[in-house]
């Protein structure tokens, strides 16, 4: 886990690059790596790459970045793990390619100049990356499928800056910081900035699953190679035998918690009472692993509650003979830590809390690498918006074919509604005829209609006129007919994607603590497509089901509560209503952002 930056003046009149900014955006990423710095600068200085080092994969100082391969012609930075990089290498071995090193990183390199951009085809892992080659004169950048990495571009028309950080490239000093109305009105909607917006008009995100080529003759080839709509579709048919279908999904999460655990430092598991953490370590303690760790984190709020989980983990643990340690936190470490988690929060976020504390807590504990159960519920289809969003589409279906009734009732309505309950009631006509529609009105922090209450009203119109939510989910379902399936699709790419993945990334990034997450795995979900596509679904306990040795009847048997965090708590104190919980955090946080960017939208 890394951090990587490069600025490519790929036009015939873009001046030479400025190696002070190449140093200026790398070094802002330093607790992304804090094991290392390096950068190289071609002659001519058209193209710069630089790179901030957390040793995971081979240790040793060969193996650090930027890499370039032995003829010299090409060179890498890369973010990430590739988790199936020992077979690829075999495969490269048997074909005459010479490895210097153990790492991960001059596979991607061999494996460049064998499969050129079809390389990413056959990756198993969470990375960014980018690749000069010297030969051809471009820039070749991947990002993987689910988007576990963050890459962020920005191109003038003449010169290409990329960075694993937003706040990076604008230390860089060289971007225009212009504010961008879809990321604002998008970060108000959903609680975080949807991609591929950002806060700035400059800088976007590489799309998740997709790469760029960017050459000097003013070449530029984008290509999409991961869809998750595209492998829930249409999958093979699932074995009609349960106990082979049983079988073959305790096969696929022991396949991923296997790979998920290769490295060269220790790897611990965040332990929750929770199916998801308690599955992983379950699987973990089945390869063998004689140095499992596990963490928990207590809050002092809770302790001695029925949302303490610390007892129950810690039994888990002992179960499963892990080395276990439960680290407290309290309300006035939030207090403390709260300037220093706004500036680590690349982009704006409701949510990441949690997180943050529970990785300073793994690195305090002297951990580099954590598995999490992140993605579990949504491809086991345990979230409230399972049940609800296709309930709602079903009851307002029949409403579709009145059009601009049910925009009337809200205008109506909302003002009244929003009085006595959730302003999201008054919109259920109009949005809740459509899957897409209903999501929002399930996932949303305030509606399209609110926007201009917390934005000054232009940038609320041209942000919601930009972002084009509802036609951007349907989009996202491309003909997933499955109401279920049509929910883990929108819950994958939207929340998780924007929200936990990326807060999984930056709070554990402040603190050079790799979050792997098996259960987010592009492999993992084409193995069990075909029993997600089934008759019979596998949800949580069938994941839970999957380790040989059964876990404890208090975990399953346990009612869904979620990693609940006292963030609520924390944020009311002596505040007026309209500072507190979730909205009035997302008020702080855009305005923290606003204040430190020199923004006042």
Not at 220 to 248: G, H, I, K, N, Y
Not at 361 to 368: E, S
Not at 384 to 400: D, E, G, N, W
Request: proline content about 6%; hydrophobic content about 45%; charged content about 25%.
């Amino acid at each position: 886990m890394c951090g990587l930056n490069g600025i490519f003046a790929h036009g015939r009149t873009a001046s030479p690059i400025d190696t002070g900014e190449l140093r200026r955006t790398r070094d802002r990423m330093a607790t992304r790596g804090p094991d290392g710095a390096g950068e190289w600068v071609d002659s001519e200085r058209r193209i710069g790459l630089g790179h901030r080092r957390l040793s995971i994969i081979d240790l040793r100082e060969i193996a650090d970045q930027p890499m370039v391969s032995a003829d010299g012609r090409v060179r890498i930075v890369f973010n990430g793990e590739i988790y199936n990089y020992r077979e690829i290498k075999a495969e490269l071995t048997a074909q005459g390619a010479v490895f210097r090193t153990e790492s991960d990183t001059e596979v991607l390199l061999h494996l460049w100049q064998r499969r050129g951009h079809a390389m990413v085809d056959g990756l198993r892992g969470m990375y960014a990356l980018a690749i000069w080659d010297e030969a051809a004169q471009g820039v070749f950048l991947a990002r993987d499928p689910y988007g576990i990495k963050p890459l962020y571009l920005a191109d003038d028309g003449g010169t290409l800056r990329f960075a694993s950080q937003v706040k990076a490239l604008l230390a860089g000093g060289a971007i225009d910081t212009t504010l961008e109305p879809a990321g604002h009105a998008g970060f108000f909607l959903w609680g975080n900035v949807p991609e591929p917006w950002t806060l700035y008009r400059d800088i976007r995100s590489l799309p998740a699953g997709s790469t760029l080529w960017v050459g000097r003759d003013g070449k530029r080839e984008a290509r999409r190679f991961f869809d998750l709509a595209d492998v829930l579709r249409a999958p093979a048919a699932a074995p009609s035998d349960p106990a082979a279908r049983a079988e073959q999904l305790r096969a696929a999460l022991d396949d991923s918690v296997r790979h998920h655990l290769i490295a060269d430092v220790p790897v611990g598991v965040f332990l929750s009472a929770g199916l998801d953490s308690t599955t992983l370590a379950a699987l973990a303690a089945e390869t063998g692993n004689t140095a499992l760790r596990t963490l928990t984190l207590g809050f002092e709020e809770f302790k001695g509650g029925d949302k303490d989980e610390t007892i129950l983990a810690a039994e888990i643990a002992r179960l499963y003979g892990a080395a276990h340690e439960t680290r407290w936190i309290r309300g006035a470490e939030f207090a403390a830590e709260r300037a220093h988690l706004l500036d680590a929060m690349d982009q704006p976020s409701i949510d990441g809390v949690n997180t943050y504390f529970v990785a300073r807590a793994a690195r305090a504990a002297g951990l580099k690498v954590a598995l999490s159960g992140l993605g579990g519920d949504e491809l086991f289809a345990s979230y409230p918006s399972f049940r609800h969003v296709p309930k709602i589409v079903r009851t307002l279906a029949p409403m579709k074919t009145l059009a601009g009734f049910g925009g009337a009732v809200r205008a109506v309505a909302a003002p009244m509604v929003g009085a006595m309950t959730s302003p999201k009631y008054a919109g259920l006509l109009e949005y809740g005829t459509t899957t897409g529609g209903a999501y929002l009105l399930r996932r949303s922090l305030f509606m399209p209609w609110e926007l201009a209450s917390v934005l000054p009203p232009e940038i609320a119109r041209e942000g919601i006129e930009r972002l084009e939510t509802l036609t951007s989910l349907e989009k996202t379902l491309d003909g997933v007919r499955d109401p279920r399936l049509q929910v883990s699709v929108l819950e994958s790419s939207w929340y998780m994607k924007n929200q936990l993945l990326r807060d999984a990334d930056w709070a554990g990034m402040a603190h050079s603590l790799e979050i792997r997450t098996p259960l987010v795995d592009s492999i993992l979900v084409r193995k069990i497509a075909p029993l997600l596509a089934g008759s019979q679904p596998p949800g949580k306990r069938a994941m839970a089901d999957a380790p040989r040795r059964k876990l404890p009847n208090a975990v399953l048997n346990r009612p869904k509560t979620g990693f609940v965090v006292p963030v609520r708590e924390w944020l009311s104190g002596d505040k007026p209503p309209a500072e507190r919980g979730l909205r009035g955090w997302a008020l702080h946080v855009h305005e923290a952002f606003a204040a430190s960017s020199g923004m006042s939208p």
